[in-house]
């Protein structure tokens, strides 16, 4: 894969660091079921800061979107929370990058790629999911300052995060079509409260927020009064691609088990790698993988090369890595037996890992209207 046109000797040589340092330095602990996300989520960023990992999401640097897509490859093989957490770290500062003044950039964003703060990007709401219109916070102009009321869910990184880049409404709190806003707020505002954590299939980070009269200053506004859904959705065009590279990263762990068990593992008096049956499934696992990983990098290089949104392309990978990485990881689960289903067992944690990878950065559903919008508007 790597020998493609779409890397050059830098990314090579990314990827070559990355084998060793995800083998010798996550630790599969991580993901253990009694693990504390948040202090898991601490641990994994203060890891990837050590690595360096975290400049790959710095203001300005050169390094791309294919450098990010082939950190969370590497990291999602060996753990989901850690490859979460390396993405929220992006997901929440990019539109900081993208939209915030220059002030915010310096204040923020140095600390972000050193790993002394944890960024987190907080849009969804319980009544705002796939439909970012229903979204209900509030942000109301008062002086030299917006207050924030509201609430937010299933946010990543809530209660280890620094600061948040969090969407709401300044146009009128009841207007069909919303005037979406983006601002930065502090986790040590006094009227932003972590409501909860909530436990998942597999361990993250994850939380509900709440605004009470919460004050942000006018400047930690990220662009203009209604550029919100803008900047949200362009921060979701870059990363919706890194979502599929985690889905490749955690089939090619799920192959790379199954692989190793369909050789060891005999029945009948022969290894399972014998039986055609096998032959045929390990085939579709491979093809599917390789098929998922040129939409990414397709997206992933256009993305750094072109000079344009590439919102099909973005959405086109997040849908077939995510759906196909399901699937292998379901055949590899198959192919091991029973011993697939039991907690410990490699392709047991890759089976609730993968889940949640069709569901956020928007459903698969979501993806799939977003794809045929595209064409549809390319066709006007
Ligand atoms: C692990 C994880 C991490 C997350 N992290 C964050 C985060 O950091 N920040 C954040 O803001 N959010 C986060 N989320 C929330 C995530 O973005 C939402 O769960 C997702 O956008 C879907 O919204 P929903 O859960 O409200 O589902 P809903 O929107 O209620 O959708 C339910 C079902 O209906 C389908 N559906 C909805 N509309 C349509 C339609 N028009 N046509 C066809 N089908 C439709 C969906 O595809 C889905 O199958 C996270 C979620 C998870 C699981």
Known sequence: MLTLPFFDDDH??????LRSFCTDTIDPGFDDDEVDPLAAGREAIRVCAAEGLLA?????????????????????????????????????SYPIRLAGSAALQERYLPSVASGETIAAF???????????????TTARAAGDAYVLDGSKTLISNAGIADHYTVLARTGPPDAATPRLSAFVVDADNPGLRVAGQIPLLAPH?????????CRVPADHRLGAEGDGLKIALTTLDRFRPSVGAAACGLAARALEEALTHVTRRSQFS??????????????????????????VFRAAWLADTVDRRTTREASTAKLFATEAA???????????????????????????????????????????????????????
């Open 12 to 17: 090579r040589r990314l990827a070559e660091r």
């Open 56 to 92: 790959h999401l710095a203001p300005g640097s050169r390094r791309g979107l294919r450098e990010i897509c082939l950190i969370r490859e590497a990291l999602a093989a060996r753990s989901g929370l850690v490859d979460a957490v390396f993405a929220v770290q992006g997901l929440g």
């Open 122 to 136: 907080a849009v969804t709401e319980r009544e705002a999911g796939s439909d970012l219109r229903g979204i209900r």
């Open 205 to 213: 980070p994850i939380g509900d927020l709440e605004f009470n009269g």
């Open 270 to 295: 022969e290894p399972l790698a014998s039986f055609q049956a096998t032959k045929l499934a390990l085939a579709d696992m491979q093809t599917e993988l390789d098929a998922a990983r040129l939409l």
């Open 326 to 380: 399901q699937r292998i990881v379901d055949r590899a689960v198959q192919l091991h037996g029973g011993r697939g289903v039991v907690r410990g067992v490699v392709v047991e944690r890759l089976y609730r890992e993968v889940r949640a990878l069709r569901l956020y950065e928007g459903t698969s559903e979501i993806q799939r209207l977003i794809i045929a919008d595209q064409m549809l508007k390319a066709k006007d």
